[in-house]
Every structure is written in structure tokens, then in C-alpha cells.
Nanobody
Framework: QVQLVESGGGSVQAGGSLRLSCAGSEDIDNYGTMAWFRQAPGKEREGVAGINAMPIARYADSVEGRFTISKDNAKNTLYLQMNSLNSEDTAMYYC?????????????????????WGQGTQVTVSS
């Protein structure tokens, strides 16, 4: 069972940028599908960005064009570059992983696709 540790969260003003990292305790190339989810207070966890081994990436409509997911197998790290942040992006962000390599795009932002989760990193955007 891999351990996923998120970092890079913090407080930023609206319009700013952050890059989140998710480091795996083992070779994350063993996990063909990875994603970022977020959960704001009082709201359900939602998929933000997911990527499979092809690679195909998928983004939530609310972050399309502002966020970029990438995976560096050599560094055992998943990234989420977040630009043009706004107050709606304030949430706890979680990294998730699953072993299947060819997860269809339609499943990349669904929580039940994943069986490994990190503890989260907080992102707060002030206006």
C-alpha cells in the first residue's frame, strides 16, 4: 500500500498561483491512474484533475484552462499547477492513486476509481 504525501498548499491572494506536489512512498509508475480531488467545508469531495497512463488528462469544468496535472515517475511525484486562483478554489486538496493504467477519461474524476489517498493539503485563496 503506497503512502501519498501532499505538499505545496498555503494561502494566496486571488489571481495567484500554487503548485501542489504528491510524493509516493514507492514507485508511482505502479499506479497508472492518479488524480487530485478537493473538499471545501460543507461540500462533497470533487474531482479536480485526473490522469491515466496514456496519458490522458481530464479536468473539472471549473478549473479547465487554469490547472494542469502532471506526473513525474522519475521523482515519484504527481503535481497540480494552479493558476488564476479564486476564492472558489479554497479547499483541502487530496491526491489519489489507482493501479489500472487505462482508466477511461469518464472515470478519472470519480472518487470510487481510487483506492489510495493522501491526507490532504489546505489551499486558501483570499479575495
Amino acid at each position: 500500500q503506497v503512502q501519498l504525501v501532499e505538499s505545496g498548499g498555503g494561502s494566496v491572494q486571488a489571481g495567484g498561483s500554487l503548485r501542489l506536489s504528491c510524493a509516493g512512498s514507492e514507485d508511482i509508475d505502479n499506479y497508472g491512474t492518479m488524480a487530485w480531488f478537493r473538499q471545501a467545508p460543507g461540500k462533497e469531495r470533487e474531482g479536480v484533475a485526473g490522469i491515466n497512463a496514456m496519458p490522458i488528462a481530464r479536468y473539472a469544468d471549473s478549473v479547465e484552462g487554469r490547472f494542469t496535472i502532471s506526473k513525474d515517475n522519475a521523482k515519484n511525484t504527481l503535481y497540480l499547477q494552479m493558476n488564476s486562483l479564486n476564492s472558489e478554489d479554497t479547499a483541502m486538496y487530496y491526491c489519489a492513486a489507482a493501479r489500472p493504467r487505462w482508466t477511461p477519461a469518464s472515470s478519472l474524476l470519480i472518487a470510487r476509481t481510487y483506492n489510495e489517498w493522501g491526507q490532504g493539503t489546505q489551499v486558501t485563496v483570499s479575495s
